[in-house]
């Protein structure tokens, strides 16, 4: 069975608690990524802003100056890398949620999307369900991983 570590993207674009709203949407804009993960200097993840919370922002003039953990989503949900795919499928319906950071003891060590599950049950056309019988990543998932490993959408 498929689990996280086989999808997600392990370069992942984070933001520090002390960046600026305005420097976090140039953070997005620049990376074409639509939320990031704000983690403190141990790596440890402390929060999540998306594109939602900052469109929030946009008839603030004054909040472009504040730090962006005053604005970030604290309750996190978030993933193991060695968690199957088909309870991050389960997370993903049930959560609205586009996206899940992947932790390692602790640590973030990737993200996965709604989008990473998807391509994989359209490109092995196996569906995530417990039942079916046990494969390996195609060459497709392994394939888009380096993809993003290298900074390409």
């Known amino acids: 069975m498929f689990t996280v570590k086989d999808l997600m993207t392990s370069e992942v674009v984070t933001a520090d608690p002390d960046d600026t709203v305005a420097e976090v949407i140039a953070l997005m804009v620049r ?9 403190d200097m141990p790596g440890r993840l402390i929060g999540i802003v998306t594109d939602y919370d900052l469109l929030d922002l946009m008839d603030d003039p004054e909040a472009a100056s504040s730090p962006i953990y005053l604005h970030m989503t604290r309750e996190i949900q978030t993933v193991d890398e060695e968690d199957e795919l088909s309870d ?66």
């Open 31 to 39: 990376h074409r990524v639509n939320g990031l993960p704000v983690v």
């Open 88 to 153: 991050v499928a389960r997370l993903f319906r049930r959560l609205p949620v586009r996206r899940l950071p992947v932790l390692r003891d602790g640590r973030l060590v990737g993200i996965i999307s709604r989008r990473d599950v998807l391509c994989c049950v359209a490109e092995t056309h196996v569906y995530l369900h417990p039942a079916s019988p046990p494969f390996s990543a195609p060459q497709f998932c392994r394939s888009q991983l380096r993809r993003r490993e290298h900074g390409r959408p």
